[in-house]
């Protein structure tokens, strides 16, 4: 699957690849995509919104959200 994304959409889902199976906060996603924590609170859901969007064009959610604690990538399509 061949998929056309932003530079900055490339950056989310590697840094959720090299995480898999683990959650990991919006403070680590900001940290790690954009190099700095201080941003605008939507910014990770509207980025995640986008690369979810173009993702399950494709396929099934391989991006969860754990409530109260961030976010996953699955392992695999059994893993939510």
């Known amino acids: 699957m ?4 932003t ?10 690849a090299e995480s898999r199976g683990r959650t990991v906060s919006k403070g680590q996603i ?3 995509v954009w190099g700095y ?3 605008a ?3 990770v859901e509207v980025h995640l919104s986008a690369l ?3 993702m399950e ?4 959610r391989l991006v969860h959200t754990v409530r109260g604690l ?7 399509r059994g893993a939510a």
């Open 37 to 39: 924590e201080d941003i």
């Open 7 to 16: 530079a900055t959409e490339f950056r989310l889902l590697r840094f959720l």
């Open 52 to 54: 979810r969007r173009k």
């Open 70 to 76: 961030g976010y996953r990538l699955a392992v695999d």
């Open 41 to 43: 609170p939507n910014l």
């Open 30 to 32: 900001t940290t790690q």
């Open 57 to 60: 064009a494709h396929g099934p």
């Open 2 to 5: 061949l998929l056309d994304l």
